[in-house]
């Protein structure tokens, strides 16, 4: 099963590319996409319109099939081994996969997610109990992300 990362515009601050460079690198080696999407600039709307309109845009990325993971500081806290579970039952195809064609992981913008896509979620994620920058957030996702992967792969990196 393919896995898809959504994330809010280009890393702020820029300080933060080269470390989600080198985990960029390392889940395209197993096989995750991620894409940018384009964030929206706080303006004179509401917070509740500017984060719409971003979800619009995320709900254009999404396919039918795909298993939607919102990453709100609002969700349940997961936890590496939890992560790795879900990505075993991704590819085995089973419960809460099953029927499922892609893993789809997204991060919100600078107002967080609009509450359509949490309630279009499969599930709601919490990376923290702390409020992160974007950047921030952007680097924890892609380390949980690479850390589970590699203990249903069985590597060496994440010590049990």
């Known amino acids: ?8 515009g280009k890393i702020k601050p820029k300080a ?3 470390a989600q460079d080198e985990y960029l690198k390392r889940l395209k080696a197993f096989g995750v996409e991620v894409l940018e999407y384009k964030d929206e600039k706080i303006s004179s709307r509401t917070p509740e319109q500017t984060k ?3 979800a619009g845009r995320i709900f254009k990325l999404m396919k039918e099939g795909d298993y939607l993971i919102a990453c709100d500081e ?3 806290r997961i936890q590496t081994l939890e992560m790795a579970e879900l990505i075993r039952a991704s590819r085995a195809g ?3 996969m099953a ?3 892609r893993m ?3 991060v919100g913008g600078a107002l967080g997610l609009a509450e359509s896509v949490r309630q279009k979620a499969d599930a709601v994620w919490s990376l923290s109990s702390l409020v992160m920058a974007g950047g921030v957030a952007r680097i924890v996702l892609q380390e949980g992300l690479y850390r589970a992967i590699t203990v249903v792969e069985r590597h060496p990196y994440h010590n049990e």
């Not at 099963?1 to 809010?8: A, E, N, R, T």
């Open 16 to 18: 933060l590319a080269a």
């Open 94 to 96: 089973v419960f809460p």
């Open 1 to 8: 099963m393919k896995i898809l990362v959504l994330l809010p």
């Open 104 to 106: 789809v992981v997204v």
């Open 74 to 76: 609002r969700g349940k």
């Open 99 to 101: 029927g499922k064609r």
């Open 52 to 54: 719409e309109t971003e």
